[in-house]
Each structure stands twice: as C-alpha cells, then as structure tokens.
C-alpha cells in the first residue's frame, strides 16, 4: 500500500494519497506518522484520494478500528474532509466508514465523493 501526503494552499490543505492493497493496520500507522507532521493545523480541509485504492481485503471490522482511530485527529478541529472513492466498493466502504465515524469527530464536515471534481464542487459549496 502507498500512502502519500501533500500539503498546499488550495482549497484543500492537506491531499492525502492512498493506493494499492488496502491494510487498515498500516494505513493507522501512517495517519500516526502524518499526525507528527507540525504543519498539520486545526480548520483545515482534507482531501483522501482513494481512487487509486483496492479495498477488496478490508472488513467490516477494519472500518469499524478505522473509524475509532479517528478520535486521534479530533483535537485538530478540522474543518472538512472529502473522501474520494470512484470505485463502487470503495465507494461503499468510504460510505460505511463515515457511518461508523458519526460518533467521532472527524471534521465539521464529512462527504464521500465519487471524483476529485465532486469533492472540490462540495468543498466550494460549504463556503
């Protein structure tokens, strides 16, 4: 699994990149790893780009530990988080995640979409 992470001055802060086999394990030790990064900053929007992602191997149960890991970033206040997920499976996934995260403070906002247009189109509508 590859797992990138870009920071920029658009209207999304923070792009995060993942692709190939998906392991919920892994993909937690690297959201620990980005949550070192100091240039990480309460109200900003996160894009994760997960169009190049194969989910085949994730469980119910790994979304469910996904989700709860999530309490990690609540103290960064962020402000929207767009999931992109162009592939159906994916795209479920993406959907059932959000549903287990309701709980969790992810970000003020919460949107799965199904292209990089889309995620930008929500993101400029929210303003």
């Known amino acids: ?7 920029g001055d658009g209207p999304f802060d923070l792009i995060v990149t993942v ?11 690297l959201r620990g790893e980005l949550l ?5 900053r ?4 996160v894009l994760y ?3 190049g992602i194969d989910a085949r191997g994730l469980t119910t149960d790994d979304l469910r530990e ?12 962020r402000h929207a988080v ?3 997920a162009p592939k159906p499976l994916a795209f479920g996934l993406g959907r059932m995640f ?23 189109a929500w993101l400029a509508g929210l303003r």
């Open 1 to 7: 699994m590859e797992y990138t992470y870009d920071f």
């Open 19 to 29: 692709s190939g086999a998906a392991s919920a394990q892994e993909m937690m030790l």
């Open 36 to 40: 070192g990064d100091p240039r990480l």
């Open 42 to 45: 309460p109200g900003m929007n």
């Open 49 to 51: 780009d997960l169009t």
């Open 66 to 77: 996904l989700a709860d890991d999530g309490r990690r970033f609540e103290p960064l206040g």
């Open 82 to 84: 767009a999931l992109v």
């Open 98 to 120: 959000e549903a287990f995260a309701a709980n969790v403070h992810l970000a003020d906002h919460v949107h799965v979409a199904e292209s990089v247009d889309d995620a930008y």
